[in-house]
C-alpha cells in the first residue's frame, strides 16, 4: 500500500523487495560458493613455489667436482605436506651453468658415488659407471643419469626435485 492507498503500488513495492532480497541471497550465495571453490580446488592448481629447494650460494660450488648435497623434499599432497630427506649430484663446467643430477642410478636405483680419482661416477650395484656429464660409460644403466632442473635465483642454486627427467 502506498500513502494514498493505490493497491497497484504496494504490490510493486512488494515485488521489488522480494526481488532485492532473492538478489541478496543470491549474490551472498556465490561470494560463498565461490571463496569455497577456491579454497577446495587450490592446492589442485595453485602455483608450487615450494617446488623448488635451495642448495646454497652458487659460487660455492667448485667447477668441475661433483658434491653431493643433501636436502628436504616437501611435497604437498592436497592439503598435507610431507617431508622427506633427499639429494642431488651438483655439477658445474663454469660456476654459471649448473647440473643436478638425481641421486640414484638408472639401471635399479642404486645411489653411486664420485670418485675424483677416475673422476666418474660409479655405482656399487651392478658396476655402472657415468662420466661427470652422466653419460653411461659402462655397465648395465639402459640412459644416463636423470636430472633435476635448476635455476639461479639472487646468486643461490635452486632445483626442482619434484620435476626429476631424463636427460635431453
Ligand atoms: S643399480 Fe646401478 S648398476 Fe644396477
Known amino acids: 500500500m502506498t500513502e494514498n492507498g493505490s493497491p497497484e503500488e504496494g504490490l510493486s513495492r512488494r515485488g521489488f523487495l522480494t526481488w532485492a532480497i532473492a538478489g541478496l541471497g543470491a549474490f551472498i550465495a556465490a561470494a560463498l560458493g565461490a571463496t569455497g571453490t577456491g579454497y577446495f580446488i587450490s592446492p589442485a592448481f595453485g602455483k608450487r613455489e615450494e617446488d623448488w629447494v635451495d642448495l646454497g650460494l ?29 639429494s642431488a649430484w651438483v655439477v658445474t663446467p663454469n660456476g654459471r651453468e649448473f647440473v643436478a643430477f638425481n641421486p640414484r642410478c638408472t639401471h635399479l636405483g642404486c645411489p653411486y658415488r664420485w670418485s675424483s680419482e677416475k673422476k666418474e661416477f660409479l655405482c656399487p650395484c651392478h658396476t655402472a659407471v657415468f662420466d661427470i656429464d652422466g653419460r653411461v660409460v659402462s655397465g648395465p644403466p639402459p640412459r644416463p643419469l636423470d636430472r633435476f632442473p635448476t635455476k639461479v635465483v639472487g646468486g643461490r642454486l635452486l632445483i626442482q626435485p619434484a620435476a626429476s627427467k631424463e636427460a635431453a
Open 58 to 86: 652458487a659460487k660455492g660450488f667448485k667447477q668441475n667436482e661433483p658434491l653431493k648435497v643433501d636436502f628436504v623434499e616437501r611435497k604437498r599432497d592436497a592439503w598435507a605436506t610431507v617431508e622427506r630427506r633427499s
